[in-house]
């Protein structure tokens, strides 16, 4: 699959990836480049760094460390849903950033793979992963405050993770599917917002 179209499905689809869960497409995006298939690779600087050894390394060990943070400590990797506490969860603030950082880097690394401008796949990668966060991850944050059991509250990173890798898999085998995956977002993000909408219209009939 060659031409800006399917890099752009590729990018954008990794990017989305990213926003449920950096981890594993980075390290996916960077074995499959480093193995030069499925045409992902970053031949070119400033993003030969995503397909070395010593950043899948690093990406590993901040896998290993979320989970840590999370067992041991009982940090939260999700935010609380609708921002109703007023105290910021560091891990899930942290993964929050590292998914935009991940998503706008591995966008502007495939355009910039193959010839093209790769600035604007910054942009897009931000603006994809603030997507991805608004329309799925209120969902799992919402189903983990209403679990009281630990160990499924600690298995909803679990699925994270492997919806994370599954999106990142099928949008390197078929890359349009980045472009299915953003209008499925774009979905879940109104019809999230159509909810709120009717949640605080009700709380508003309730008070008077």
Known sequence: MNGIFFYIG?????????GLRPFLPVLLAGALASSSVLGVHFTRDPF???????WLLVVAVALV???????LLGLSAL????GERSRPQPLAAALAGLGYGAGAVLFAGTLAAHGDAWWPGLIGGLAIVALAQRAVLPVFA???A??????????????LDAAS???????????PLGYVTLALLV?????GRRRGEEKYAGLRILRR
Do not use: E, I, M
């Not at 460390?65 to 067992?71: E, G, K, N, T, V």
């Not at 935010?79 to 609708?82: I, K």
């Open 65 to 71: 460390l979320a989970y840590a943070l999370q067992l």
């Open 79 to 82: 935010a609380d849903p609708d």
């Open 48 to 54: 030969h760094f995503l397909q070395a050894d010593w």
């Open 142 to 144: 919402r189903a983990r």
């Open 165 to 175: 890798l599954l999106l990142a898999v099928l949008v390197a085998l078929l890359h």
């Open 10 to 18: 590729l990018g954008a689809g990794l990017a989305a990836a990213c």
């Open 146 to 159: 209403r679990l009281t059991d630990g160990a499924a509250k600690q298995a909803l990173t679990v699925y």
């Open 187 to 191: 979905w879940f993000a109104l019809r």
